[in-house]
């Protein structure tokens, strides 16, 4: 099966850097690319024909949620799916487990293809908690072949530290006996060690942030992806 690589841009990239990066970006075939620009550039990457995927959605079909964006105006505007429960929205934006599984549960039941976000704090791993974690994580997420699940170790993100290959392959192993789908790995993964990571069989795909920005280095980490799949 073909990997499945999903660049998470963040708060980067207005329309017009993101017109600038399709202009740039070569993605060869045999891998699955997904594009999860921010709300306002939605629209533009929707226009260049590519799979793309919002970073959240609200679980209610419409209503006073200022802010918010519900899964049908995802769907409106031809976006294919969403990222929910990504650690950056637990730790700074009070997201729980309980509307981790609202927001995938909306998702999917509006037809959008969903990307779950789990894995521990460093805290609760030297502590001894990341099974835990990860089983009160997972267990809350709906059983849908549109959910892919994206491990993402939270000491991993943006500081250039990666689990070591083995760990992430533990890890994924666990997810993939709670919940039968494909698990992505996320953190600091980029063109140079895409392919270790990449190659452990457990390991379907990944979720990239930085090195998703850059359309130079996120094209070789397709090309890397696709050369394993
Ligand atoms: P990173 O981010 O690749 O910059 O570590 C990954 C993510 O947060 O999805």
Known sequence: MAKLIAGNWKMFKGPTETLAFFDAFESPENVEVVICPPFVSLEAAVAEEWPVFAQNVHWAEEGAFTGEISARMLVELGVQGSLVGHSE??????ETDETVRQRAEAALGAGLGVIACVGETEAER?????????RRQVAVLPRHEALVIAYEPVWAIGTGRTATPELAQEAHALIKSLHETRVLYGGSVKPENAAELLSQPAVDGALVGGASLDAASFSSLCRIAASLS
Do not use: D, I
Request: charged content about 35%; hydrophobic content about 40%.
């Open 89 to 94: 929205r637990r730790l700074y934006f009070g």
């Open 126 to 134: 030297e502590a001894g908690e990341t099974e835990a974690v990860l």
